[in-house]
């Protein structure tokens, strides 16, 4: 008998004429995330089965614990045919490994040709069961094990351990969008929230040398290669912003440093996400946070860009992003020491209020058009597919 994975789909039950292309969106995220194990794929409606060789299995196990789109794991084993014997045989063996002391059996029977019905199934198991391990009873209302046997037309399967899965939506299924991804906590948190609703995400980066360290970069790369283990490779527009970091710190007044740098951010992320095809800007902006992100602050940076502009964390406490970091795994290379192009030109007193007038005639200080241009004429592309990176020379 080989171990399976049986995978309750998540919210798609929602879908209903396009059901099949988010089953095939997630058979083939699982197909990339399982890529070199041998595992062999098939699915229904109702779930998906992932059979494979015993040893692969707390991998196999962890990296559909990642997966978005499935609701829930079961676990168990495919036979190598649905006849009673076998599965009795397959049965006992199981519970000889198994510890408990009360247990019921359920049977779902889609081969509605089987001799016997899944009450009959149900019950004769039930007495193998009891006959070949002491201590047992039968406990229908609150068993501390289910034996699920499912009878299909060539295969039976029987499984008895869940797992709780991520649920939202199979990556890709929903587009794409473009993250503004720093070295900070807060966005590779939105960039996880964004990915669970089913977009594919792409990140930009801007980075400011050297006024900006390679680490800080290497931070951003690494923040995008975790985020990949849940949503496939993560590509990242690396944009070389020291020009025009030097020019508003130059000429434009120092409170108003901070608003017209995202402004320019904003501007270049729309660009870069209109030519990759990425339909919104996803940023970790959470309200209040900064002087940056005030209601004023925020509605003055927007209003440079049309693209929708999605803030996954906007309404959460500091405390509640850290709480997700540190869950999806961000957390522990968000914290390391390495300044982003932003707290070196912070100024003390960054207007908490600015007016969008005084934006337009600051801007007017500097060639700022030209300077978008040559930044995104020098973007670097990093494409963290595991065939080209040494991971361990990133930090
Ligand atoms: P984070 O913890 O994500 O760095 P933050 O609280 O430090 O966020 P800001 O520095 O004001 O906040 O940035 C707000 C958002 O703007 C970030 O969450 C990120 O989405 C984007 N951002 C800031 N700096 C950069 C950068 N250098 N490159 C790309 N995006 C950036
Ligand atoms: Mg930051």
Known sequence: MKKVFIIKYAE???????????????KENIERTLEGYSVSITFDKGRMFVSLQDEDFESVLE???????????????????????TIETALISIIKESEFHTFKVETKRSYKEYPMTSLEISKHLGGVILKNKQGITVDVHHPEVTFFIEIRREYAYIYFERYAGLGGYPVGTLGKGLLMLSGGIDSPVSGYLTMKRG?????????????????????????????????????????????IQEAIYKSIPHDYMVTIMRRMMYRIAEKIACHNRCKILVNGESIGQ???????????????????????????????????????????????????????????????????????????????????????????VVSLSKEQVDYSSYL
Request: glycine share 4%; aromatic share 8%; with cysteine.
């Open 12 to 26: 798609l039950n929602t879908k209903k004429d396009n059901i099949g292309m988010f089953l095939r969106t997630l």
């Open 199 to 243: 977009v594919k995400l792409e990140a930009i980066y801007f980075e400011s040398p050297p006024h900006t360290s390679v680490e800080a970069k290497n931070k951003v790369l690494r923040l995008a290669e975790i985020l990949g283990e849940y949503g496939g490779d993560v590509k990242v527009h690396v944009i070389p912003f020291t020009h």
């Open 63 to 85: 990296r559909l614990q990642k997966t978005f789109g499935i609701h829930e794991i079961e676990v168990g084993y495919e036979l190598e045919n649905h006849e009673m014997e």
């Open 290 to 380: 900064v002087a940056s992100q005030t209601l004023s602050s925020m509605s003055v940076i927007n209003e440079v860009v049309t693209i929708p502009v999605i803030r996954p964390v906007a309404c959460f406490d500091k405390l509640e992003i850290m709480d997700l970091a540190r869950k999806i795994g961000t957390y522990e290379t968000s914290i390391l020491p390495y300044e982003d192009c932003c707290t070196i030109f912070v100024p003390t007193h960054p207007v908490i209020n600015p007016e969008r007038e005084k934006c337009i005639e600051y801007e007017a200080l500097i060639p700022y058009e030209k300077l978008i241009r040559e930044a995104i004429r020098n973007e670097e």
